[in-house]
């Protein structure tokens, strides 16, 4: 499978069979992860890998939209260290381009994957960072559930012309 199709095919999976991640493929969304863009390379990221029920099952009780914790054999908080980022904000766009990295690279190893957004809401931040015991200038981003997929999704028509502009706004 090429990019370009690892790309189209992902898909956020919320049902997962109990097959457990092997240490291989946790290594390998995780460097996929660190070799994400990141402004001036700062790499203000850092990760927190999840494989105990217990963590997963606190994560479902202060996060609404996170239920497919329930079945996931995995999970990856991304996070962002304030004291590492180029400057104020730009860890925000880091943590995104290495969570995306992970949902991608999750699909070329035949797992599949759902982005549990923590950022912008302080209310769910404030609970991941007494979950996880987060220092103050480290910020939760995301959350991502993975494991093996127990469902399929089919893969929906996205391109569309008319959101693409030429050189100005009104050239379409």
Same mark, same amino acid.
């Given at each position: 499978?090429?990019?370009?199709?690892?790309?189209?095919?992902?898909?956020? !999976?919320?049902?997962?069979?109990?097959?457990?991640?092997?240490? %291989?493929?946790?290594?390998?969304?995780?460097?996929?992860?660190?070799?994400?863009?990141?402004?001036?390379?700062?790499?203000?990221?850092?990760?927190?890998?999840?494989?105990?029920? %217990? !963590?997963?099952?606190?994560?479902?009780?202060?996060?609404?939209?996170?239920?497919?914790?329930?079945?996931?054999?995995?999970?990856?908080?991304?996070?962002?260290?304030?004291?590492?980022?180029?400057?104020?904000?730009?860890?925000?766009?880091?943590?995104?381009?290495?969570?995306?990295? !992970?949902?991608?690279?999750?699909?070329?190893?035949?797992?599949?994957?759902?982005?549990?957004?923590?950022?912008?809401?302080?209310?769910?931040?404030?609970?991941?960072?007494? !979950?996880?015991?987060?220092?103050?200038?480290?910020?939760?981003?995301?959350?991502?559930?993975?494991?093996?997929?127990?469902?399929?999704?089919?893969?929906?028509?996205?391109?569309?012309?008319?959101?693409?502009?030429?050189?100005?706004?009104?050239?379409?």
């Amino acid at each position: 499978m090429d990019l370009l199709d690892i790309i189209i095919k992902r898909r956020s !999976i919320r049902s997962f069979t109990s097959q457990k991640v092997d240490e %291989e493929k946790i290594k390998a969304l995780l460097q996929a992860a660190m070799y994400a863009p990141s402004a001036v390379n700062k790499q203000p990221w850092h990760f927190v890998v999840i494989d105990e029920r %217990e !963590i997963m099952n606190e994560i479902m009780q202060v996060h609404p939209n996170s239920k497919m914790f329930k079945t996931a054999t995995l999970g990856i908080l991304v996070c962002g260290n304030l004291l590492e980022q180029h400057d104020t904000g730009y860890w925000i766009a880091d943590c995104a381009a290495a969570t995306e990295n !992970i949902l991608l690279a999750a699909t070329s190893l035949g797992l599949g994957s759902c982005w549990v957004g923590i950022y912008p809401r302080e209310e769910r931040n404030k609970a991941i960072k007494k !979950i996880f015991s987060l220092p103050q200038h480290v910020e939760g981003f995301a959350l991502v559930a993975l494991g093996y997929p127990a469902e399929e999704k089919k893969i929906p028509e996205r391109y569309h012309p008319e959101k693409v502009h030429f050189n100005n706004w009104g050239n379409q």
